[in-house]
Structure formats: structure tokens, C-alpha cells
């Protein structure tokens, strides 16, 4: 079980030409800032939970497992 908790800090900003492919969608994140969670990189509009399809982006955490993401009400389902 791991559970990160998302805030502003937990965004990068990149300026590197490193492309990071978005977990979610597979497509390369060309956005000034993306999340980046246990090594894995989301856009933050695909940064979703995976039952109720909310935006984590705008939520304080987040809950990460299988590489799947999970608002709080979900993961502790
Ligand atoms: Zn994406
Ligand atoms: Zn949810």
C-alpha cells in the first residue's frame, strides 16, 4: 500500500526536451508541468480516479496502487 499525497510540489516543471509518456493516456506530455508519482509521469488532466473519474489534480491527495490512481473515498473502499 502507498499513498502519496499531491500538491503543488509534486508538480514538475520541465524544460528538458525528455519526453515523459502519460500513464494514462500513453501519449507524450508536452505540458509545462505533469505529476510525477512513484516514477510514473500523468498530464493532469488525465490524472483521474480510476472509479469515480474525479480529477486528483484539484484534490489535496491522492492514493496510488498497481499504477492506477484512486481518490481517497475509493482507495479506502
Ligand atoms: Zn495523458
Ligand atoms: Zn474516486
Redesign the pocket.
Given at each position: 500500500m502507498r499513498h502519496f499525497t499531491l500538491c503543488k510540489n509534486g508538480m514538475k516543471r520541465y524544460k528538458t526536451t525528455e519526453l515523459r509518456i502519460?500513464?494514462?493516456?500513453?501519449?507524450p506530455?508536452a505540458d509545462k508541468y505533469l505529476f510525477d508519482i512513484d516514477g510514473c509521469a500523468?498530464?493532469g488532466?488525465?490524472l483521474r480516479c480510476t472509479v469515480c473519474l474525479t480529477l486528483l489534480e484539484r484534490q489535496p491527495s491522492c492514493y496510488f496502487r498497481d499504477r492506477q490512481v484512486y481518490c481517497r473515498a475509493d482507495y479506502l473502499k
Open positions: 502519460c500513464t494514462a493516456c500513453g501519449e506530455i500523468w498530464h488532466s488525465c
